[in-house]
């Protein structure tokens, strides 16, 4: 089955600068690749996703992008504020309704 | 903004006692997943429902996990024989597409 790993598992970078989180996936047939925050006691928030026909998808201050080939994805968060300290998961799936698999997630701290 | 609901929010039980989680799925979201979390992991899926059909349990512990979801609306995930290692977050996301899915707070089960 589909195994997705993450990296790294802890991040902290100073308020304004850039923060990059890295997955890879090993099932070519995956074609759906999520990003969730989650911050302390909450459920998983759906912050910004990407299809396997699109390399790059951007949203404000935060973008995804995936490379098919090498099989791996990544999460750009530029100018970085302290709201965006929590727990950082990408996801795949095969679409479809499909289960999502987690990576083991990313602690983000931002630093003022 | 529409929102999954789930209760309760904590659970405090001895092993081998009986427990039930409840989850509201977004109004019209006919697909219905539970995913457990442990402290420091990603989710991982425990049942998915499609209306109230079952579609993947290959990850439901059945001896001591039941799912039921009988109207296709909300559904009830239950634990008996509560064991220590069940300790965990529970998690209930649903989907309208069967691609997005969206989670509720969650159930932080705590088993003594």
């Known amino acids: 089955g589909e195994n997705v790993e993450q990296h790294p598992s802890t991040l902290s970078v100073q308020e304004g600068d850039s923060a990059v989180i890295k997955c890879t996936y090993s099932d070519s047939a995956s074609n759906y690749f999520p990003w969730y925050k989650q911050e302390l006691g909450k459920g998983p928030q759906l912050i910004i996703d990407?299809?396997?026909?699109?390399g790059e998808k951007k949203d404000q201050r935060i973008a995804v992008t995936l490379n098919k080939t090498a099989k791996h994805f990544s999460l750009h968060i530029t100018e970085t504020q302290p709201e965006d300290s929590a727990v950082y998961f990408c996801a795949a799936s095969k679409g479809g309704a499909q289960k999502l698999v987690f990576g083991q997630g990313t602690r983000l701290t931002i630093n003022p | 903004e529409a929102e999954v609901a789930q209760s309760p929010r904590y659970k405090i039980t001895e092993k081998s006692q009986a427990v039930a989680f409840w989850c509201d799925p977004i109004?019209?979201?006919?697909?219905l997943y539970w995913y457990r979390q442990i402290l420091g992991q990603g989710p991982e899926l425990l049942v998915q429902?499609?209306?109230?059909?079952?579609?993947?349990d290959s990850q439901l512990p059945k001896d001591r996990f039941s799912a039921e979801r009988l109207k296709g609306v909300d559904s009830t995930l239950k634990i008996q024989p509560a064991e220590l290692g069940d300790s965990a977050m529970y998690l209930c996301?649903?989907?309208?597409?069967?691609?997005?899915?969206?989670f509720g707070p969650g159930t932080r089960l705590t088993v003594l």
């Open positions: 996301a649903s989907s309208q597409t069967g691609t997005e899915q969206f």
């Open positions: 429902f499609q209306d109230e059909s079952v579609v993947d």
């Open positions: 990407i299809r396997s026909n699109v």
């Open positions: 109004s019209g979201h006919a697909t």
